[in-house]
T-cell receptor, first 109, second 117 residues
Framework: GEDVEQSLFLSVREGDSSVINCTYT??????LYWYKQEPGAGLQLLTY?????DMKQDQRLTVLLNKKDKHLSLRIADTQTGDSAIYFC?????????FGAGTTVTVRA | GAVVSQHPSWVICKSGTSVKIECRSL??????MFWYRQFPKQSLMLMAT?????????EQGVEKDKFLINHASLTLSTLTVTSAHPEDSSFYIC?????????????FGPGTRLLVL
């Protein structure tokens, strides 16, 4: 099956950029997703990228995909306190998603 | 955007009782819904995939007689935890396949926290 790995923690100063990294193992994954989970809540879809793209930008979010290395990153520009949450990377295999363990992002003043 | 609701948002029950959790797609039709379980500080574990009008497909290690799934319509799937025990306490999240700008993706509900005493 697909293995998706992420670093577990990231601490960033308010106003700086955050970069969350993710690696996956199955090169046939067609879509890669980033979800945000706030405490006690479900998952909110932030953005996704098709496997034939290498970059996607959506307001403060930039997704970079290196398909050769099976590496995905999410950059959050001008990080705010409201960005503190757990961020999950997910890779699709058909209609199923495989999730990483989540990266806890803490934004400090 | 696509909205998925879950009800109840939390439930406390006695050991041995059954608990039903509803998952609804509010503004789109979902032929496929998914049920996940999340333990504290861990990732989501897919339990089963439910297709409207047919039997659910369970992941390996998930007891289908324990976790009954019914997908009776294009907007509603239910998960019933039968004869719940304390080890069934968890955060249960559903998702529904919907279309976002011509791309099918999964939209997640807010989750249901179950505590079995």
């Amino acid at each position: 099956g697909e293995d998706v790995e992420q670093s577990l923690f990231l601490s960033v100063r308010e106003g700086d950029s955050s970069v969350i990294n993710c690696t996956y193992t199955d090169s046939s994954s067609t879509y890669l997703y980033w979800y945000k989970q706030e405490p006690g809540a479900g998952l909110q879809l932030l953005t996704y990228i098709f496997s034939n793209m290498d970059m996607k930008q959506d307001q403060r979010l930039t997704v970079l995909l290196n398909k050769k290395d099976k590496h995905l990153s999410l950059r959050i520009a001008d990080t705010q306190t409201g960005d503190s949450a757990i961020y999950f990377c997910a890779a699709s295999m058909g209609y199923k998603l495989s999730f990483g363990a989540g990266t806890t992002v803490t934004v400090r003043a | 955007g696509a909205v998925v609701s879950q009800h109840p948002s939390w439930v406390i029950c006695k050991s041995g009782t059954s608990v039903k959790i509803e998952c609804r797609s509010l503004d789109f039709q979902a032929t496929t819904m998914f049920w996940y379980r999340q333990f504290p500080k861990q990732s989501l574990m897919l339990m089963a995939t439910s297709n409207e009008g047919s039997k659910a497909t369970y992941e390996q290690g998930v007891e289908k007689d324990k976790f009954l799934i019914n997908h009776a319509s294009l907007t509603l799937s239910t998960l019933t935890v039968t004869s719940a025990h304390p080890e069934d306490s968890s955060f249960y999240i559903c998702s529904a396949r919907g279309r976002d700008r011509n791309q099918e993706t999964q939209y997640f509900g807010p989750g249901t926290r179950l505590l079995v005493l």
